[in-house]
């Protein structure tokens, strides 16, 4: 069965510093794979989304980045957090192209001082 | 751009009255799905729906899809504490990019 990691599951971190979470999928072969960030009690905001390795594609312009470096990994990135980057990060995978079903990790919950 | 609206945005009832939470898109949509984030947890499939006019049930939850496929509803009858949570709809549209659009979701909280 198909099961999907993200970590750290919760992080502090200041204003200007970097920032990397990763997310890895199991027992699937190419998903899609999206980033979303879901501010305190708001909905979801697709930041990204990938339909193969070194594909990514921007929803929102923002000090934000993402890469796959392999199939199944997929990592957000920041080179300095904002106040406003604070939020709840999901990390989701699909199959059949980017219409499909999707699967959400356990999330990352970040905190910017 | 496709715009997926649900209202309303909070919803507190006691346990044991109904609950629907409703989805109107700005497009038509080839199908749309049901997700359920319990409180600070992440969002889970529910259901999807792919037809006109279609409905779905499970258990308590009532799914239906509009004949002009452009809005959808999610009832639960009898709530129960299991019920407590933000329910989001995700459409995806016959136009333009093709990938799912959530909605703001619906916070649901019950009264025990």
């Known amino acids: 069965s198909q099961t999907i990691h993200q970590w750290p599951a919760t992080l502090v971190q200041p204003v200007g510093s970097p920032l990397s979470l990763e997310c890895t999928v199991e027992?699937?072969?190419?998903?899609?794979l999206y980033w979303y960030r879901q501010a305190a009690g708001r909905g979801l905001q697709l930041l990204f989304y990938?339909?193969?390795?070194?594909?990514i594609s921007s929803e929102v312009p923002q000090n934000l980045s993402a890469s796959r470096p392999q199939d199944r990994q997929f990592i957000l990135s920041s080179k300095k957090l904002l106040l406003s980057d604070c939020g709840f990060y999901l990390c989701?995978?699909?199959?059949?192209?980017?219409?499909?079903?999707?699967?959400f990790g356990p999330g990352t919950r970040l905190l910017v001082l | 751009g496709q715009q997926v609206m649900q209202i309303p945005q909070y919803q507190h009832v006691q346990e044991g009255e109904d609950f629907t939470t409703y989805c109107n898109s700005s497009?038509?949509?080839?199908?749309i799905q049901w997700y359920k984030q319990r409180p600070g947890g992440h969002p889970v499939f529910l259901i999807q729906?792919?037809?006109?006019?279609e409905v779905k049930k499970q258990k308590r939850l009532t799914f239906q899809f509009g004949e002009a496929k452009k809005n959808s509803s999610l009832h639960i009858t009898a709530t129960q504490t299991t019920d407590v949570g933000t329910y989001f709809c995700?459409?995806?549209?016959?136009?333009?990019?093709?990938?799912?659009?959530f909605g703001q979701g619906t916070r649901l909280t019950i009264n025990p």
């Open positions: 497009t038509t949509l080839s199908n």
């Open positions: 027992g699937t072969s190419n998903p899609n």
């Open positions: 729906l792919v037809k006109s006019g």
């Open positions: 990938s339909v193969g390795i070194g594909q």
């Open positions: 995700a459409g995806l549209s016959i136009q333009g990019a093709q990938k799912l659009v």
């Open positions: 989701a995978w699909s199959v059949n192209g980017l219409r499909g079903t999707q699967y």
